[in-house]
């Protein structure tokens, strides 16, 4: 595993926008990571978490709209989905993941880092079978 690099999911993602739990640990992988990396689902994931906040009335079309602009300002390298998805897709089919959350995975195996994930779902999936050393718990990151 290459140290200072992560691939971080949407659940990461979106707590540099949203004030929850585990926050304060998702600003500290911003700030303290060599190098952040992240399938081109990403964005949609987090454009679709906008939405739906702002169809449900808990923020503003304007907030929406400027955490989709700065998420294209976060200092990551984002990978595009079609290079990633036949290996996506082997890992969904066989290892029961989302197709979503494989592409994630994908990449953290192809870049030999771990993905950081406050999805608890995902996490202790990762954790239980053989891409173990992928997994890391952002509540753990310090």
């Given amino acids: ?3 200072n690099r992560y691939v971080v999911d949407a659940s990461v993602a979106a707590k540099w926008y949203f004030p929850e739990e585990l926050s304060d640990r ?3 992988v911003l700030e303290k990571a060599g190098e952040i990396l992240a399938p081109g689902v990403l964005v949609l994931d987090v454009a679709q ?3 739906k906040r702002a169809r449900r009335g808990e923020i503003g079309e304007a907030t929406a709209d400027r ?3 700065e998420l294209r300002k976060v200092p990551f390298e984002i990978n595009p989905a079609a290079d990633l998805v036949s290996a996506a897709l082997p890992l ?3 290892h029961g993941f989302t197709l979503t959350d494989a592409f994630y995975i994908a990449l953290a195996v192809q870049a030999g880092c771990p993905l950081v994930t406050a999805d608890r779902r995902l996490y202790d999936a990762l954790r239980a079978g053989p891409l173990a050393s992928h997994a890391s718990w952002l509540g753990d990151f310090s």
């Fill in 92 to 94: 969904a089919l066989h």
């Fill in 1 to 3: 595993m290459i140290g």
């Fill in 49 to 51: 978490l906008a939405w």
């Fill in 67 to 69: 955490i989709v602009s």
């Fill in 26 to 28: 998702a600003d500290a």
